[in-house]
């Protein structure tokens, strides 16, 4: 017994003349597909009038949010002047904090010999690091004093730490609850 069964729209033996015309209307089709999707592209890129008024207002609506937005009060540029001769330190730490060097900031010669360093993090906070005349360094920034503060905090953590390292001793430190670090500094032993 068999539970095979064939079913077909067609009668008797026209089914087998139909298998060509089947898969000529089926190319049809595909190509029927391919450019009706054509020229609906075509007409969904057409631009009409409307569409450029609707364009047209929303780039001015954009325009002045921004326009808006800019009537915010620049942040004030913050400077700190710094007891500290030499600013290639300074750099470094703030290197370790994740501030690069810009490329302008790079042309040949030592940082020393530039007028200016300019810095950038990640997140896009800026500073710049200026060499005076007499020695000292001025750091300018954006904003709140906090990431100049960061940055000196780091500076003064990297000199202990090379302090303690010139003169042979391991180097702890620990973060105070305040904020603060502690540093230790012990002596190798010898034995």
Not at 32 to 61: I, K
Not at 124 to 142: D, L, N, S, W, Y
Request: proline share 4%; net charge positive; with cysteine.
């Amino acid at each position: 017994m068999s539970n095979e069964s064939t079913v077909s729209p067609y009668a008797g033996s026209a089914t087998s003349n139909i298998g060509g015309a089947v898969i000529a209307a089926g190319a049809a089709c595909v190509i029927g597909a391919v450019v009706g999707t054509v020229s609906l592209a075509r007409w969904l890129s057409e631009e009409t009038p409307e569409d450029r008024e609707n364009l047209e207002q929303v780039r001015a609506d954009r325009r002045r949010e921004r326009l808006a937005g800019s009537n915010e009060r620049p942040r004030a540029i913050t400077s700190v002047e710094l007891v500290l001769r030499d600013p290639e330190t300074l750099v470094r730490s703030a290197e370790r904090l994740g501030y690069r060097l810009e490329s302008l900031a790079r042309p040949a010669g030592t940082l020393r010999s530039q007028p200016h360093m300019l810095l950038r993090s990640a997140s896009g906070e800026r500073m710049a690091i200026e060499p005076t005349k007499e020695g000292r360094v001025i750091v300018h920034t954006a904003g709140d004093r906090g990431r100049i503060h960061k940055v000196v905090r780091q500076h003064s953590g990297d000199q202990v730490t090379q302090f303690y390292a010139a003169k042979s001793m391991t180097v702890q430190s620990v973060r105070l609850a305040n904020g603060e670090m502690q540093f230790y500094g012990r002596e190798r032993d010898a034995g």
